[in-house]
């Protein structure tokens, strides 16, 4: 039954059954089949997520209702939380620890919750990070979507949890004397900054969660670590005055206390240009672009592989 | 016969000696107790992972299937019916073997994506936008799959969490959801028979109709009647591998002496 044509037929009259000895990568070529759940090009890749750009809105704004949704206050605690979190470190650090040096009172509690509230918001996104995969395991199982959409939704989220507690920090600045003004306008950068390192960050750990999912164990270590050394309740170079300069230089040119210290100058009035290193902003900038392209295409990479169990 | 059946006909996907190895951790070294866990990473280094164990679950399936052909996949429980059928849409990457295939297939099933602490209106938009519809898209059929679903039948309950949804009517919400879009090779996953007789029928015939837009349909089920009633050819799969391929009558005769029924 199986005719042998020979080479050189016409294509329109050549009969099917020449498949037949075909090798399966052939038989695919010649149909135009492609290899299912292969990695798309970088280009082709940003193009995709680019048209899954309401499914991330969409994901990261459902996870942020989804928190609260059983709450009595509900919404609220969105305010509430950052709040209470504040009152905390005043009391810890402001009260009871005084690591105000060299700050009055009416600098250093702004400074502080700006620090809270800026490193948690790149600390979230971190450990929301390590999970974006391996916690979401049952969606990469079930639906094809690019898999960078899960981290990047989770960064938004933190973004959006991030402008809840802004209003805190807008309260908190004007009940000490720093009013709104014009150089208020600068946070919009320094958060654009921190949002792209944030996200270049959570894909890295997403990737590396995937793989390894004790991360997630290990990270809350780390990220304290990363927050003590950022100087969130402390200045750097008044706290490390006897060290030697090269340790206050490294710990102020990590990237969570650049961003720190670029907000804190953009809206407390007493936070002067002379407590930032120099070249702050062209640092930010750096670091946040630096990272956001390295964590894009390291997730990239791995694209194909999520899902693996 | 075979060939007679290949004759003229366009395959839509091959599967080219698939391999599908699942890797457990901490099933290894029978106790889970920490100490075991220390002495699994201590004695690592000897060649594989100490403390963690394959579970090799499809081993070298080979077929090609045909635009027009809806192919059931039979065997019992755990012989890798559910992990083909996610190899195949691509979201399981093989360890071995390649799965060639025209566009992108789809699962029929979006519950993953659909979170129960939102209401159901929520949940229909986030399911669509996951499934890679648009939001116009959406918009158009929202009223078509809230009437499809029924939830609204009994007051005003798709304004409602999800949570608080009887498991029929958030069962029939999500069938709903996985059902409003059209699909070139479509894989579905047993458990359709959900919610209630008048619900069972009315999803019966829209399989029926994404089976007539799409290209291939796959479908896995242990009913060998909704076997019959939709497939022309079946899949045997046991212990990862293929055991038959064939027309459906004479597989599922096969099937059903083996497993004594």
């Not at chain 2, 920490?34 to 280094?45: D, K, N, Y």
Request: proline share 4%.
């Amino acid at each position: 039954m199986s005719d042998t044509t020979h080479d050189g037929a016409v294509a329109l009259s050549t009969p099917p059954s020449a498949d037949d000895g075909l090798s399966a990568a052939a038989l695919a070529g010649k149909y135009g089949l492609t290899v299912s759940g292969a990695r798309p090009g970088l280009f082709e890749y940003v193009q995709q997520l680019w048209g899954r750009r309401h499914f991330i809105m969409a994901f990261s704004r459902a996870k942020l209702t989804a928190q609260y949704s059983q709450a009595k206050l509900g919404q609220l605690w969105q305010v509430a939380t950052p709040l209470l979190n504040a009152l905390v470190y005043y009391l810890i650090f402001g009260l009871i620890l005084g690591t105000r040096k060299g700050m009055t009172q009416e600098v250093f509690i702004p400074f502080l919750v700006t620090g809270v509230f800026v490193f948690t918001f790149t600390q979230s996104s971190v450990t929301a990070g390590v999970r974006a995969i391996s916690g979401n395991l049952g969606l990469v199982r079930a639906l094809h979507f690019p898999r960078a959409s899960l981290p990047i939704s989770f960064s938004l989220q933190q973004l959006q949890q991030l402008l809840f507690s802004m209003i805190v920090l807008a309260v908190v600045a004007i009940g000490f004397g720093s009013y709104p003004s014009l150089s208020w306008l600068l946070i919009v950068p320094a958060l654009v900054m921190q949002f792209v390192f944030n996200t270049g960050l959570a894909l890295i750990m997403a990737r590396l969660g995937s793989k390894t999912p004790d991360l997630a164990q290990l990270m809350p270590f780390i990220m304290r670590t990363w927050m003590y050394a950022s100087g969130v309740m402390f200045s750097i170079p008044v706290m490390l005055k006897d060290k030697p300069e090269w340790i206050a230089s490294v710990l102020q040119y990590n990237p969570a206390a650049i961003y720190m210290d670029l907000i804190r100058f953009a809206l407390i009035d007493g936070y002067g240009s002379e407590n930032l290193p120099p070249h702050v902003w062209i640092v930010g900038l750096v670091w946040s672009v630096f990272i956001g392209l390295a964590g894009f295409v390291y997730f990239w990479k791995a694209e194909e592989r999520y899902g693996r169990g | 016969m075979a060939e007679d059946n290949t004759s003229g006909r366009i395959p839509t996907v091959i599967a080219d000696d698939v391999h599908i190895v699942y890797r457990v951790n901490g099933a290894g070294g029978g106790k889970g107790s920490a100490t075991a866990a220390l002495s699994r990473i201590v004695r690592r280094g000897k060649g594989e992972a100490r403390g963690v164990r394959k579970v090799h679950a499809v081993r070298g399936v080979s077929f090609t299937a045909y635009r027009g052909e809806a192919i059931g996949l039979i065997g019992t429980n755990g012989s890798g019916k559910s992990t083909l059928l996610r190899a195949i849409a691509g979201l399981l990457p093989t360890e071995h073997g390649k799965v060639y295939t025209d566009g992108q297939p789809s699962l029929l099933g979006v519950n993953a994506a659909l979170m129960s602490d939102l209401t159901g209106e929520r949940n229909v938009v986030l399911g669509g936008l996951a499934m890679g519809m648009t939001r116009e898209e959406i918009r158009e059929r929202y009223q078509g799959i809230v009437d499809f679903s029924g939830i609204n039948e009994k007051g005003d309950f798709i304004t409602l969490p999800m949570r608080t949804y009887s498991s029929g009517m958030a069962a029939r919400l999500r069938f709903s959801i996985a059902a409003a879009k059209n699909h070139d090779v479509l894989m579905i996953d047993e458990a359709l028979a959900t919610g209630d007789r008048k619900f069972q029928i009315r999803s019966e015939k829209r399989i029926r109709e994404l089976r007539k837009e799409a290209g291939t349909v796959f479908l896995v089920s242990h009913s060998n009647k909704s076997i019959r009633d939709t497939c022309d050819r079946v899949l045997w799969l046991e212990k990862g591998e293929l055991l038959m391929d064939g027309p459906t009558d004479e597989v599922l005769k096969a099937y059903e002496r083996e497993t004594g029924k």
